[in-house]
């Protein structure tokens, strides 16, 4: 890969006196708390946004024409949105998040990500629990809402990176980041899981009230436990502190250093992470956004037998993605593959093998194990991603992950918004048909990226 940054992207130290730091989450070695907290950020984010992608769905959904009143006990207004409709509610927390990507990454390099993703977790998690009144007011009020929270979780998202750049060593970048990766499968599992159990004991409002509390109350470990890098962490040790800091070659450098626009622009292998980003996000927002419609409408099961439904692909995604990190990780030390290989190998995987998923899965409809089988596997094997381009820029480009990972997820961001508009538009003409022109475009994106990344 090009590097950037003239001979640091990819340095090591060359010997490795100290164990791997990465080993086990052993509460003596520190970013094994870095990698398991912002998996728990990262689960609740996910959560965040996919329990209100659920109670959507419930509060939609839930009509009571047919059943009593005792079955019908959630206390909650039921609001008849369009497809069309949804469609914006769903893609509006990712408009706000473009309008912070680009800015929350460079800030976080000079205010320190620790502020960022703590300050992104907490107001995210704060108008969670002011959603259910926004519903209550006006669909405008609740698209506003969602528009902030994503602005929001913008601004978390970029600072992730700049912390694993100042505490993951090369060799276990891979592995760190889908520990922390990993988080987002599961906080959609979890959700799904819960989400329509919460639902119909309580009333779709309390998947919002429960998620929200969680999230503020993680906001007092995160500041309390989390730093910025290990020189300023306070119970590290002297080992510990030498292994991060020489393997990642650390040099005292300026906040204010200009960043290298224009040689961003000309180095074509962001221009291929950039693409595979767009391509990974336009599948997995779909599949994020509408599995529970897609399994309630196209294999006629209730709302709570959706959620559950719904939860497994999420469950092998979280799973897929520490396997793939491990595997990678492994490969690199043992010398198996080069950098680049590997990267390209991850990245072509998790792109290829789930649009052969997606175009299966219209001939398959009729078959309710297949049609499991097909939704499982498609977010499992596309997380494998995260061992491949979504990492790159930590390889050849460490000094400006956030940076980067910002622009790199605006690319994903607009495939979100596309891709979710776009599928409540076509499942609105027409259920059948449209279920298999949103698989099919889904595949040939991430084809054409595939093309683009590996070579």
């Not at 047919?66 to 369009?82: C, H, K, L, P």
């Not at 912070?100 to 977790?121: D, E, R, V």
């Not at 929200?212 to 080992?239: E, K, M, N, Q």
Request: charged content about 10%; glycine content about 8%; aromatic content about 10%.
């Amino acid at each position: 890969m090009v590097k950037i940054e003239a001979g640091r992207g990819l340095r090591d130290s060359g010997k490795r006196d100290a164990p791997p730091l990465s080993k086990a989450l052993l509460p003596e070695e520190l970013d094994g708390p870095e990698a398991d907290l912002q998996e728990r950020a990262r689960f609740l984010f996910t959560a965040l946004r996919a329990g209100s992608h659920h109670a959507f769905l419930k509060l939609h959904h839930d009509n009571p024409a047919g059943r009593s009143a005792r079955e019908f006990n959630t206390r909650a207004s039921v609001y008849q949105w369009s497809p069309e409709t949804q469609g914006i509610i769903f893609s509006s927390i990712s408009y706000g998040i473009i309008l912070t990507l680009i800015p929350s990454g460079y800030l976080a390099g000079i205010f320190g990500a620790k502020q960022m993703l703590g300050a992104g977790l907490l107001i995210s998690s704060l108008l969670t629990l002011f959603t259910p009144l926004a519903a209550d007011v006006g669909v405008i009020l609740v698209i506003v809402v969602r528009t902030v929270q994503g602005m929001a979780q913008g601004m978390a998202w970029t600072g992730q990176f700049t912390i694993w750049a100042k505490w993951a060593p090369p060799l276990e970048r891979s592995k760190l980041t889908s520990i922390a990766g990993s988080g987002a499968a599961f906080g959609s599992f979890f959700i799904l899981c819960v989400g329509g159990l919460i639902s119909q004991a309580l009333g779709w409002p309390f998947i919002f009230y429960i998620f929200g509390s969680i999230g503020c109350v993680c906001c007092l470990l995160w500041f309390t436990v989390i730093y910025d890098d290990p020189t300023h962490h306070p119970c590290i040790s002297a080992r510990e502190k030498e292994h991060i800091v020489s393997s990642l070659a650390q040099q005292p450098s300026s906040p204010r250093r200009s960043v290298p626009i224009k040689a961003m622009v000309r180095c074509l292998p962001l221009w291929a992470i950039f693409t595979g980003f767009f391509s990974h996000f336009w599948l997995c927002t779909i599949i994020l956004t509408y599995l529970p419609t897609y399994i309630s409408t196209v294999l006629h099961v209730n709302i709570r037998e959706s959620g559950v439904l719904s939860s497994l692909p999420f469950i092998a995604a979280s799973s897929c993605t520490i396997l793939g990190g491990q595997l990678a990780d492994f490969l690199l030390s043992r010398k198996l593959l080069s950098l680049i290989a590997v990267r390209k190998l991850f990245s072509s995987l998790g792109l290829l093998l789930p649009s052969l998923c997606a175009v299966a899965l219209p001939f398959v409809a009729s078959s309710y194990t297949m049609t499991i089988a097909l939704l499982i596997l498609i977010p499992g094997t596309s997380n494998l991603c995260d061992s491949g381009f979504i990492i790159n820029t930590l390889d050849i480009a460490p000094r400006y992950a956030s940076f980067l990972m910002g622009i790199s997820r605006g690319f994903g961001l607009i495939a979100g918004i596309v891709s979710s508009t776009a599928t409540g538009f076509l499942i609105s003409q027409d259920s059948e048909s449209g279920w298999k022109n949103v698989f099919f475009l889904s595949a040939a994106v991430n084809i054409g990226a595939a093309h683009l990344t590996v070579v």
